[in-house]
């Protein structure tokens, strides 16, 4: 049985944009202080706040984040006076990653403190694309909605992309690494070596539906990648080219492969790559687009994603 006026508050940006996706973005009454996207939802009330500055350094940031958990204290509040106001029946968020979101026992906390509504906690836990595309069916049931039709294709696109790459020879499926953070040095996991996979490429750093990985540089440089891609959590390109800068500065950077070929590209993380939601179809194409540039060209670059 599902509510037949939801009043929606979504905590983290992949949900926001999964409920934009299910055609509800005018039941979405609050939001996280980090959902952007679709702009229209931008004059939601705010129902969470960071305790760190995201504008700092990536080494500082990581700095904040250990001494916050070593405190136990959680990276982001809940304003828990908003959710009271909003009165909402459901609550996206999820039970992942401490570090990206409020945590699923801050949120369980929060509404235990309600007292004019007791919404249904809805939590995403994906770690492969497959979890994804079952997250997007869970939420629209829960809501009330149908989504097959709008899977089918998020799918078909997935699937012009590997039918295309599918035929490629081993000696043209470059071995790609993906930055996730630069200090310390981390490489994507979870969805994205099944994006690697799917845009033709090798993932050589990082496994899939496991976590993203700190390795030193010596892995990295051990490794020997054809195409290193940064896909920073939290930045958009323009935070991801300093961040990434910083990094070229180092002398064992030169010694990579992709370096000397010039074979380096920042994206918007934030916007895709990060956001286990309908937009990882969006960042497979972008992927498609950097490492098979004379098969694929979906017009991302400029605005998702740069040579550095």
């Known amino acids: 049985m ?25 039941a979405l009454v609050g939001r996280s202080h980090e959902c952007d996207y679709p702009p ?11 305790r760190l500055n995201s504008e700092q350094s990536s080494a500082q940031i990581d700095r904040d984040v250990n001494e916050l958990l070593q405190k136990a204290l959680s990276i982001y509040q809940i304003k828990t006076d908003v959710l009271e106001q909003l009165q909402p029946t459901h609550i996206l968020t999820q039970d992942q990653c401490d570090v990206c979101a409020v945590s699923f026992e801050d949120v369980q906390k929060a509404v235990a403190e309600l007292t004019h509504s007791q919404p249904k906690i809805i939590s995403l836990q994906p770690k492969v694309l497959a979890d994804i595309w079952t997250d997007i069916e ?18 078909a696109r997935v699937k012009i992309c590997e039918q295309k790459t599918q035929a490629l020879p081993e000696d043209e499926r470059p071995k790609v690494a993906c930055i996730e953070w630069t200090d310390p040095l981390m490489f994507a996991g979870n969805w994205i070596p099944e994006l690697i996979e ?7 750093i990082g496994v899939a539906g496991q976590p993203s990985q700190k390795l030193e540089w010596k892995s990295l440089i051990a490794s020997n990648p ?15 080219r300093q961040e990434a800068m910083l990094l070229a500065q180092g002398s064992e950077w030169q010694q990579l492969h992709a370096v000397k ?3 380096v590209y920042i994206t918007d993380g934030n916007s895709y790559f990060n956001r286990p939601g309908p937009r990882l179809v969006d960042s497979l194409e972008i992927l498609a687009e950097i490492l098979h540039p004379e098969v694929f060209q979906y017009g991302y670059k400029g605005s998702a994603w740069e040579s550095l």
Request: overall charge negative.
């Open 40 to 50: 229209e939802i931008q004059d939601r009330p705010v129902c969470t706040q960071a």
């Open 226 to 240: 054809d195409i290193v891609v940064f896909m920073l959590c939290g930045f958009d390109l323009n935070r991801t």
């Open 2 to 26: 599902t509510d037949a006026n939801p009043r929606i508050v979504s905590l983290i940006p992949s949900a926001t944009e999964i409920v934009a996706f299910l055609g509800l973005t005018d």
């Open 261 to 263: 070929t010039g074979r």
């Open 198 to 204: 799917s845009a033709g490429g090798k993932p050589i």
């Open 138 to 155: 869970r939420v629209a049931e829960a809501l009330g909605v149908g989504a097959e039709t709008m899977l089918l294709d998020l799918e």
